[in-house]
Nanobody
Framework: QVQLVESGGGLVQAGGSLRLSCVAS????????MGWFRQSPGKEREFVAA????????YLANSVKGRFTISRDSAKNTVYLQMNSLKPEDTAVYYC????????????????WGQGTQVTVSS
């Protein structure tokens, strides 16, 4: 059973930065891929970013390109979402997820979810 624990959310002014962390434990392996999603009140969950088990980025939503970066520290079994130039529209609960059997390392399906961390960007 995979367990995911996010941290790093908080309140930040527009233009600021935050780095989210997600520590994975349990049944992850080199076949896994990691992803970040977000959800704002009244909106559908949005796929934000993904990376292979080795930390190679495979997806970044158009809404965050040029501002967000996904990476992974294999030694710490942690995936990061570096968020720069934050905007009020980035306000959401951010969730980490794992695709346990990602063919070719591409994230296609969230098999496990973290509990989420709130990011609030003030204008």
């Amino acid at each position: 059973q995979v367990q995911l624990v996010e941290s790093g959310g908080g309140l930040v002014q527009a233009g600021g930065s935050l780095r989210l962390s997600c520590v994975a434990s349990g049944g992850t392996s080199s076949r896994s891929a990691m992803g970040w999603f977000r959800q704002s009140p009244g909106k559908e969950r949005e796929f934000v970013a993904a990376a292979t088990w080795n930390g190679v980025p495979t997806y970044l939503a158009n809404s965050v390109k040029g501002r967000f970066t996904i990476s992974r520290d294999s030694a710490k079994n942690t995936v990061y979402l570096q968020m720069n130039s934050l905007k009020p529209e980035d306000t959401a609960v951010y969730y980490c997820a794992v695709d346990a059997n990602a063919a070719l390392g591409v994230f296609r399906r969230a098999d496990y979810w973290g509990q989420g961390t709130q990011v609030t960007v003030s204008s």
